[in-house]
């Protein structure tokens, strides 16, 4: 009859260890009141518990420290610290040991160990120790794969490995929205603002200690998330910048075109690169974490070959009286020279003052001209400007332009203030 050898048992033992920071003890408060039949008893154990804060028994927080009882959550951007131990349970001495921790991620396999070089021998009861950290910038199932080899004193080589399973976990939503603004009056391209939603969804608080904006080369940022006051500058989030679980917090920044990509008319279509978000935070006894965004995308708008925007208009005008306003049109086509005519078209608000199909002249490629012009509103409350047309005569073209701008028309008995 055939026996199988038995397994033979290897000499070396592997332990793996997550590091992490310690956490408030917390314990649960019993307490009742004097006239109830325990009396003073429960307060009195409560008092004499050392894990209870002097003074504030019944709050749930101690003074002490406790280590992790379990793995716990890790969230992307945070640092993934283990301790490796291999210990040498045997009575002979081992040699040529080799420890080598790789972190197998859904697209790809690294190499964490500090050094990958063998050591030479491993007296009985020593150990070989190794602290391994990886900044985790995927999510998803993460596995810890830790190999040990080594050579017996009889000469035979051992290998035997151990797999350590985990999962990454999303620690933001991050949301963001994009607004073209008309504010940019001196360039062809407008200003563009972002607004970036941010919300916990952990289930701890998290202090944010840095939210900012990288712009693309083609823009420059301006942060809209402080005000100045008695000279300082202030947050609009307060002193506190703790971010409760699943509490939302909207960040703004205003972007503007460099100067040398401004000044091309047109340079500035289709999808651009605005930038990437910088996120730094820390959780409980400051773990820190940070994530960074992508690169954010718009979709620039599209002005075809001749834009009209508005470089002055008041706020607030007065019933039947007019107002000026004044337009800039700018050529956005870099090849073709244009011929323009203006033709002013009244709506049941707006009635333009002028002569309309007036000639503009020839427009140069990436040019422009600002043109002056009244109108008054017949109809009181917020109006649109509408009912420009600009024809060019030598490709027959019309482009109109409604919807301009609005402007609040109050009676000529309100003082309008300048």
Known sequence: MEVNPPKQEHLLALKVMRLTKPTLFTNIPVTCE?????????????????????????????????????????????TFSSYISVHNDSNQVVKDILVKADLQTSSQ????????????????????????HH???????????????????????????????????????????????????????????????????????????????????????????????????????????????????????CLKPKKEFAEKAGIIKGVTVIGKLDIVWKTNLGERGRLQTSQLQRMAPGYGDVRLSLEAIPDTVNLEEPFHITCKITNCSSERTMDLVLEMCNTNSIHWCGISGRQLGKLHPSSSLCLALTLLSSVQGLQSVSGLRLTDTFLKRTYEYDDIAQVCVVSSAVKVES
Do not use: W
């Open 135 to 253: 900044e985790v910038k995927e999510i998803g199932t993460h596995i810890l794969v830790c190999a040990v080899s080594y050579t017996t004193q009889g000469g035979e080589k051992m290998y035997f490995r151990k797999f350590f399973k985990f999962q990454v976990l999303k620690p933001l939503d991050v949301k963001t929205k994009f607004y073209n603004a008309e504010s940019d009056l001196s360039s062809v391209t407008d200003e563009v603002f972002l607004e970036a939603q941010i919300q916990n969804i952990t289930t701890s608080p998290m202090f944010m200690e840095k939210v900012s904006l990288e712009p693309s080369i083609m823009y420059t940022v301006a942060e809209l998330n402080s005000v100045s006051q008695a000279g300082e500058c202030v947050t609009t989030f307060g002193s506190r910048a703790y971010l409760q679980p699943m509490d939302t917090r909207q960040y703004l920044y």
């Open 109 to 132: 396999r690294l190499n964490l160990s500090a050094s990958n070089a063998a050591v030479a021998e491993l007296k009985p009861d020593c150990c070989i120790d190794d602290v391994i």
């Open 34 to 78: 004097e006239k109830d039949l325990p009396g003073d008893l429960f307060n009195q154990l409560m008092r004499d518990d050392p894990s209870t804060v002097n003074g504030a028994e019944i709050l749930m927080l101690g003074e002490m420290l406790t280590l992790p009882q379990n793995f716990g959550n890790i969230f992307l951007g945070e």
